[in-house]
């Protein structure tokens, strides 16, 4: 069923007016859609044709009060321009509780797709709720990020629970236990820098954006090493030396040449 339509509301009435406390989701961001049969219900929450849009409202109406959802979008569902993405954004950060914003590296999804992604986690309160998000930049996930999807790591190191422990070099390879790990401990990510994996944006911030910007790029700090220049006045006397190299070089040949 097409669970945008009003028909999927009229044909499982009780899924659809009792809520879920959980979804987990990875709805399609690209697909025929029948605009005239989108339900009414969501179209009163967004007005879009865009699936990913109408998917995260529908996914506000089905949850019950203080359930929570993990939802799989793409990146511009977090800094898209349109009234429909800025309305979204602004209901999960002031309406309800949004808690989470996981980066995906490009190509997790290869070889079916190459968008950049991100998941986006949060609690439906009605209330709002939002203090702080947790924004982590996830690099890898254990695979290469190319068609063949090749594992980096043995087995027993692969996935968000492996069996066994993971260097510092394991987890450049694979993020996920990291993740899981910290996501276990927020309350410790408040004190992590900006320039750190994770982080945590005060709700504040994000809406004095003006557009509920969720995007990492726009928090998260890069930590540039210090460079030291040569003083131009040296960088000149060699650019002489090479000059008078080169001249000398010429007066040479040009005796060698008769």
């Known amino acids: 069923q097409d669970t945008l339509s009003q028909r999927f509301k009229e044909r499982f009435p009780q899924e659809a007016e009792q809520g879920f406390d959980l979804i987990l989701a ?3 961001f690209k697909g025929s859609l029948d605009e005239d049969d989108v339900s009414p219900d969501i179209l009163k929450k967004v007005k879009t044709k865009k699936t990913e849009l ?3 409202a529908l996914f506000l109406r089905l949850l019950r009060v203080g359930g929570r959802a993990a939802v799989v979008v793409p990146d511009g569902v977090l800094f898209g321009s ?3 993405h800025k309305d979204i954004r602004r209901m999960l950060v002031e309406d309800h509780k949004l808690d989470a914003i996981i980066k995906l590296p490009s190509g997790v999804f290869r070889p079916y797709a190459g968008v950049s992604c991100a998941i986006v986690v949060f609690t439906k309160t009605g209330v709002g709720g939002t203090d702080n998000v947790w924004f982590y930049d996830m690099t890898a996930d254990g695979f290469s990020l190319d068609d063949k999807r090749t594992p ?5 190191k692969l996935g968000a629970v492996p069996s066994g422990d993971l ?3 394991d987890h450049a390879k694979n993020n996920l236990p990291d993740i899981l790990a910290r996501w276990h401990e927020l309350v410790a990510e408040g004190d992590r820098a900006r320039t750190a994996q994770s982080f945590m944006v005060p709700a504040a911030e994000i809406i004095a954006t003006g557009s509920w910007d969720l995007s ?3 928090y998260k700090k890069i930590e540039h090493a210090e460079v030291t220049h040569q003083a131009p006045s040296v960088i000149i006397a060699e650019l ?3 000059e008078a190299e080169i001249a000398e070089g010429l007066d040479r040949l040009e005796e060698m040449l008769g």
Request: glycine share 0%; charged share 30%.
């Open 54 to 56: 109408l998917f995260m």
């Open 152 to 156: 980096l790591l043995d087995a027993d």
């Open 26 to 28: 990875n709805p399609p």
């Open 216 to 218: 990492l790029n726009r």
């Open 240 to 242: 002489r030396a090479l």
């Open 167 to 169: 260097s510092e070099d």
């Open 82 to 84: 349109s009234k429909a």
